[in-house]
């Protein structure tokens, strides 16, 4: 599974809102040639903006789930309780009511999870795979998993986070001692590379969480510090190699450790940074990696479109609530629901996925 801030929230979430009896996070980057202002609500304020928010439905009655990533197609991925184990699911957010198409594990097994999709309908997530835990991917239109290769890795299970447009993968080896390494694949055929950390001390680790359009990669590594640091692996003009340099993303005051989630086309970068008093702020980078700004105490920035960025941030209450910025001017905000949830993806026409008090949920403009 992912490891750090990132995807622990998305569990802490999962198992909040089944323990809690209610049911079940990144999303779109841009879209090839649209390098700015893409998305539908891009100059229209989130305060005269309406969203009409959707239940998807979860794999069996009264079991939870959750929405982590939405294509530009509307297309939702993410992960569903069947009644006795989780599998990947997917769902046509615009349907009137969207019910949940199962993504297989691999089989004979009985785990899966779904965490990316791209432009093409392909789902990556993982699999169990005997005793261990494989990468996979479902082509377009299919529910039968498929193994993303692991020619020339160590030993370990393996997950993909991300994919893009042009098919490219990213995700993590996680070996014996639960050390991650952070992994590219070029294509679903493609043998996968390591990237590189940003420290070369033993057991060093990092995981790539997100890759965009342009081919960044948003993730986190271990620092010379021995924090867990945000990262950007940007290709260069032949794309990514194996050990390619992490670049480090600025750090907030007060920051313990931090991890970027999504990058959008003008390469702005999105994530959280834990503080030392425990507190998480959602962060906003410029591409240069400096800091751009923080969205305020107890906040979580977890997909960023052109125009957007999704999350969440508590109330007076300390309840997580669902909340989308104006990434320009994030004084312009919007709850996304009146309770406990989260948002986890965004597509370029600001149609968002999370989680709710009733499961996954999609939250749609209305134009």
């Known amino acids: ?25 990144g999303g779109s980057a841009g879209s090839p040639g649209d390098p700015g202002g893409g998305n539908v609500g891009g100059g229209i304020p989130l305060a005269t903006t309406t969203f009409t928010s959707k239940d998807l439905a979860p794999l069996a009655p009264a079991a939870f789930s959750s929405g982590v990533a939405i294509n530009d197609d509307g297309l939702a991925v993410g992960l569903a309780d069947d009644g006795t184990v989780i599998k990947a699911v997917k769902w046509a957010s615009a349907d009137a009511a969207p019910t949940a198409t199962q993504l297989d594990p691999l089989p004979g097994n009985n785990y899966s999870a779904a965490y990316g999709v791209n432009a093409a309908g392909v789902p990556v997530g993982e699999s169990q795979d005997g005793a261990s835990v494989s990468a996979v991917f479902w082509p377009a239109d299919a529910t039968a998993a498929s ?12 997950a993909a986070f991300g994919i893009n447009t042009a098919g490219e993968i990213v995700g993590e080896l996680t070996d014996s001692d639960g050390i991650s390494t952070a992994l590219y694949w070029a294509s679903t055929s493609a043998a996968p590379i390591i990237l590189g950390n940003l420290s070369a001390v033993a057991n060093a680790y990092s995981t790539a969480y997100f890759i965009g359009e342009a081919g960044e990669v948003a993730g986190e590594s271990l620092n010379a510090s021995g924090q867990t640091q945000a990262v950007l692996w940007i290709p260069a003009a032949g794309g990514l190699v194996a050990g390619q340099t ?13 991890t970027a989630l999504s990058v959008n086309l003008n390469g702005l970068a999105v994530g959280e940074a834990l503080l030392a008093g425990g507190e998480t702020q959602g962060v906003l980078w410029n591409p240069d990696g400096t800091l751009a700004q923080t969205l305020g105490a107890n906040s979580s920035a977890q997909s960023i479109n052109n125009n957007r960025i999704v999350g969440f941030i508590k109330d007076q209450s300390g309840t997580d609530i669902a909340t989308i910025w104006n990434a320009n001017d994030i004084t312009d905000n919007l709850s996304l629901s009146a309770g406990l949830s989260h948002a986890f993806g965004i597509n370029e026409s600001d149609q968002i996925v999370g989680t709710s008090d009733t499961g996954a949920f999609a939250a749609l403009p209305q134009l």
Do not use: D, R
Not at 1 to 25: D, F, Q, R
Not at 147 to 158: I, N, Q, R, V
């Open 147 to 158: 193994t993303l290769s692991t020619t020339g890795l160590p030993a370990g299970k393996t």
């Open 246 to 258: 992490a670049s480090p993303l600025a750090s907030v005051t007060g920051q313990l450790s931090s």
């Open 1 to 25: 599974m992912k490891t750090g801030i990132a995807l622990s929230t998305l569990l802490a979430a999962t198992l909040c809102l089944s323990s809690c009896g209610g049911g079940g996070g």
